[in-house]
């Protein structure tokens, strides 16, 4: 008798602390759970688009490499030059010696109007900025691919994260239902003198790990959030997606998707690549600071005067047409050190396509390996699901014939819906791995990826 009556109050006094702790947790976490707002993935990529300032950025690079370009083709265009020059000259005689002339004094306006046209005929340094200013465009463009790739694959990223974090959410409040369903059984048990106190110890003790579980998982969404809201602000507070999203076949998806095709597509190769042909542009337009330059002039000029002390007024045209020759032969060894620079600038610029096809190779081989392996997951977990839905149905039918106990339900059950929620997120990390070899090969579209990952 007394045995019956120790545990029955330890039971109490656990069932009290366990109630305590599970307000303690609901009150400190209602407010990353509550979910005001849940986005698809189409969503939140309009979300992104409509306050993202680096897709901001990048189009006003765009622009400032055109008007670069419009500079550069003004190089080669003539310059005209138009100046107009009216003094006021105030003469007057102090003293003179010459009988001819008196002391006296005038005030005469002249006036001088220049119109100079200078063509470049030969002007290396002028000609070369042309084609270093399309090379900028270009690495410019290859820059903007490469940060709008970069973008949407931190941001697909970003949303995969939320919807694994759910997904795990998810799990912890299953386990956590099933535990708490047993540890209810189980005392129930007890109560009736059917089970010892020892066993609902036990269970008591899984339902605590259970919501130390759930509040992980709740952490964990909140941090997956955090990641989110850079790209779409803090109103969304949740994701919708189709866990069963489909996933590719990993001979098909490797054969479109080549290491071949990598150093044609990878956006940090193209940017190498373009970064190289600046180089060598700059280059080529250094050494043309050594060679001559030859410019053809053309000037007028009018002139119109009006009397003095000494003599009558006129008006004067002149017209000069000129070649101008010039070759700098000497400045300080400043184009030299200009070349060497270049030079070591073109250096660089190779060690970093290297160092760039090397890296997109190396990440190909890690991504595809690590896609393999997750595909081959997704079969093993989708056979575990079909295993665990089977040895429910059998566990109901065996409860019901008196065979089995209702705790074998329990656990068969929770294994059912844990598998469930495991075959879905095998099925995201492989469609997260899938989004990275996109990525690397710049073929993250977020429209084709919306339509595919849509929201049930």
Do not use: C
Not at 36 to 61: N, P, Y
Not at 104 to 125: F, H, K, R, W
């Amino acid at each position: 008798m007394i045995r019956n009556v120790v545990p029955s109050r330890r039971q109490s006094k656990l069932r009290t602390v366990a109630s305590a702790l599970s307000l303690v947790a609901g009150l400190a976490l209602a407010a990353p759970v509550a979910a005001q707002q849940q986005v698809t993935l189409s969503e939140a990529a309009r979300l992104m688009q409509s306050g993202e300032l680096d897709l901001q950025l990048i189009e006003l690079e765009q622009q400032v490499a055109q008007e670069v370009v419009t500079q550069a083709k003004g190089e080669r265009r003539p310059r005209v030059r138009l100046s107009l020059n009216y003094i006021q000259t105030q003469q007057e005689i102090i003293n003179q010696d010459n009988t001819t002339f008196q002391e006296g004094s005038s005030t005469y306006p002249a006036m001088n109007v220049t119109l100079a046209i200078t063509q470049p005929i030969y002007d290396a340094v002028r000609f070369k900025a042309l084609p270093l200013a399309r090379a900028e465009e270009e690495l410019v463009k290859a820059q903007a691919v490469a940060a709008q790739n970069e973008l949407s694959r931190n941001f697909v990223a970003s949303f995969l994260r939320v919807a694994s974090a759910q997904l795990q959410l998810d799990e912890a409040e299953a386990i956590l239902r099933a535990r708490t369903q047993l540890e209810r059984d189980i005392g129930l048990l007890v109560d009736g003198g059917r089970a010892d106190a020892d066993r609902q110890y036990r269970a008591q003790g899984d339902v605590f790990a259970a919501r130390a579980d759930r509040a992980e998982a709740e952490m964990g969404i909140s941090e997956a959030l955090f990641g989110l809201h850079r790209f779409t602000g803090p109103e969304v507070e949740g994701v919708r997606f189709n866990a069963n999203a489909g996933v590719a076949q990993f001979r098909s998806f490797q054969d479109t998707f080549s290491p071949e095709r990598l150093a044609e597509l990878n956006p940090d190769v193209q940017v190498a690549k373009a970064s190289l042909v600046v180089a060598q542009r700059q280059l080529e337009r250094v050494r043309a600071a050594f060679r001559p330059t030859a410019n053809l002039t053309l000037e007028s000029e009018y002139e119109q005067t009006e009397g003095s002390l000494f003599g009558g007024g006129s008006t004067v045209t002149s017209t000069e047409l000129g070649l101008e020759l010039g070759w700098s032969v000497y400045e300080g060894g400043v184009r030299r050190s200009q070349k060497r620079e270049s030079e070591t600038r073109v250096k660089m610029a190779e060690l970093r396509l290297e160092q760039a096809q090397q890296l997109a190779e190396r990440r190909y081989q890690s991504l595809v390996a690590a896609l393999q392996r997750s595909l081959e997951a997704v079969q093993a977990t989708a056979s575990d699901r079909r295993v665990a839905s089977e040895r429910y149905n059998a566990a109901l039918e065996q409860v019901e014939a008196g065979r089995q106990t209702s705790e074998v339900v329990l656990e068969s059950r929770l294994r059912r819906d844990t598998m469930n929620l495991r075959s879905q997120l095998a099925r995201l990390r492989a469609i997260q791995l899938q989004a990275e070899l996109y990525a690397l090969f710049g073929a993250l579209d977020l429209e084709t990826l919306s339509q595919d990952f849509a929201g049930a």
